[in-house]
C-alpha cells in the first residue's frame, strides 16, 4: 500500500538545512521505498511531497509470501512474460544490428 509523506520549511523556520535534516531523519528511521517524489513553493516555502511504501510492511508480505511457498510447495515465477531476449555476447557470436527500415 501506498502511503504519503509531507515537508513544510515553514515548520522549520524556513531553514533548508532544518528541514534536510528532519527529511534524513525520516528516510534513515523509516527506510521508505519511495515511488515519486515532488517539490512545490508555498509562498516562500518549500514543500517536499513523498509517496512510499513502507518498507516494514514490504518484508512481511515477502516473508508470508516465502511462508506460504514452502507450505504449498509452490515455486515462484521466475519469467516475465514480455521478457526481452538478450543478445549473444560470445565474441565467437558476432551481434548483428536489428534490421533498418
Known amino acids: 500500500m501506498y502511503r ?3 515537508f513544510d520549511s515553514a515548520l522549520c523556520g524556513g531553514n533548508i538545512a ?3 535534516a ?3 531523519a525520516w528516510m534513515e528511521g523509516e527506510r521508505p521505498r519511495i515511488r515519486q517524489m515532488s517539490q512545490s513553493v508555498r509562498g516562500q516555502h518549500i514543500i517536499l511531497s513523498f509517496v512510499y511504501e ?3 510492511e514490504l518484508e512481511q508480505r515477502v516473508a508470508l509470501q516465502n511462508q506460504s511457498t514452502t507450505i ?3 515455486f515462484p ?3 516475465d512474460d514480455d521478457a526481452v531476449e538478450d543478445r549473444p555476447t560470445s565474441p565467437s557470436i558476432p ?3 536489428p534490421p533498418m527500415h
Open 72 to 74: 504449498t510447495g509452490a
Open 54 to 56: 513502507d518498507s516494514r
Open 18 to 20: 532544518a528541514l534536510e
Open 4 to 6: 504519503y509523506k509531507g
Open 22 to 24: 528532519v527529511v534524513n
Open 77 to 79: 515465477r521466475l519469467f
Open 95 to 97: 551481434a548483428t544490428p
